[in-house]
């Protein structure tokens, strides 16, 4: 196909954002996978169905976009130039969160079992929220602009009485509690945790948005009967995840442990359901920031005791004779791997790490400026002065002045 690079590049962008997305052939029974079990949950037993028997009359240069009585979403449209028909289905994805009250009104509809209605909120858990459908269709009216030559419709598709792909006798009453579909949903919850902690401990914050963007409050089971604790139970959980990915991601304690005691602190002022997602990501964000300004994880070891050192006692004797004691090593080996590693001598890298702490420190206080530049390790204040402006453009005191008054 003369777009393939493009379809490839679709569905690589649609799977970051944790959208799934398929290529079928329609007369080809459907897999599993495209309702991510639910079949199996509701206990049909046409497993031999294919996509022509849910839709038999799809026209080409078409994009249709489906939702169902369930508040399932899926678009999906017939690729064009293909030696085979081929069919691209983007989906299932909900517009909003399902609320608890919801998933039982559902598990009615489909008539399943009490113990059957874990399995289905653990379902709702797992698929992702496109609360502005915006940007999904954006992207997809540009690939059908392309493939179609510019020349194709959108159809709205609202099925009131089944579930799309889902067998039609499904109103029967079936007592399947085998538990399958719980521990498929509940694999890929870990699998989604892990690739979440993968990417914190990457300073990914991109990668760790888009995943959180299908967070879910139905993930977390509700162990106390209080739902504001059991939340805040489950935050302090991810407060300890997320340490521990940044640690991973060669963060030393001395920074994670001031990060994670705020937030410990931080939590227990939380007095909001509504609250939590946000300040979830607030520290997922906070979390892949240490990793990008504090990793050490691609240094030697005796570069990393040297950065930790600068780091923890800025105010401290940084020489290179000093520096090169902690690992015993000449001066001169120290100097030139110190330079290998980081990209600058030692003194540019002390320098540049005691400017950015007398600047927060004129920000934030009203020090003079002989006692920021104590602060900060240097005791000759003209030498202060002077590494200071040929840093910023500015003495201490017009950087001061141009922060208070800007």
Request: net charge negative; proline share 3%; hydrophobic share 35%.
């Amino acid at each position: 196909m003369f777009y393939d690079k493009e379809l490839a590049f679709l569905q690589r962008v649609l799977s970051e954002c944790n959208i799934q997305n398929n290529l079928i052939f329609p007369d080809e029974p459907i897999k599993e996978s495209l309702d991510k079990g639910l079949r199996s949950l509701i206990g049909g037993e046409d497993s031999k169905k294919s996509f022509t028997d849910f839709f038999p009359d799809i026209s080409p240069k078409t994009v249709y976009h489906l939702s169902d009585v369930f508040l399932m979403n899926y678009i999906f449209f017939q690729l064009p130039r293909c030696e085979k028909e081929l069919i691209f289905i983007i989906g299932p994805y909900l517009n909003a969160e399902v609320s608890h009250t919801e998933i039982f009104e559902q598990g009615e509809k489909m008539a399943l079992s009490p113990g059957s209605i874990k399995q289905l909120q653990i379902f709702y858990s797992s698929i992702p929220q496109i609360k502005d459908e915006h940007m999904l269709f954006g992207m997809i009216n540009s690939f059908s602009e392309l493939i179609f030559d510019g020349n194709y419709e959108i159809s709205d598709i609202n099925i009131e009485n089944s579930v799309a792909f889902i067998p039609k006798h499904f109103e029967e009453k079936h007592e399947n509690d085998s538990g399958i579909l719980n521990f498929q949903l509940m694999e890929e919850r870990y699998r989604f945790e892990n690739d979440l902690i993968e990417a914190v401990s990457q300073g990914n914050s991109h990668k760790a948005e888009l995943m959180m963007a299908r967070f879910s409050t139905l993930s977390f089971e509700n162990r106390v009967a209080d739902k504001l604790r059991n939340l805040k139970n489950y935050c302090i959980i991810m407060n300890t995840l997320l340490r521990k990915a940044a640690e991973n991601g060669g963060v030393h304690p001395i920074y994670l442990d001031s990060v994670s005691s705020e937030f410990a602190r931080q939590i227990e002022s939380v007095n909001s359901l509504t609250n939590i997602p946000e300040f979830m990501l607030n520290m997922l964000r906070k979390y892949c920031l240490l990793v990008k300004k504090h990793s050490v994880k691609n240094y030697s070891p005796i570069v990393q005791k040297a950065i930790l050192t600068i780091e923890s006692d800025i105010a401290g004797n940084l020489t290179l004779n000093e520096m090169a004691k902690l690992s015993n090593i000449s001066p001169g080996y120290f100097s030139a791997l110190f330079k290998k590693e980081t990209g600058k001598t030692l003194t540019d890298y002390v320098n540049e790490k005691r400017i950015n702490r007398a600047k927060h420190l004129l920000r934030t206080t009203t020090l003079q400026v002989q006692t920021v530049a104590q602060h900060c390790g240097i005791l000759d204040f003209h030498y202060f002065c002077r590494v200071f402006k040929n840093s910023t453009g500015k003495t201490p005191t017009q950087y001061r002045n141009s922060v208070t008054f800007d």
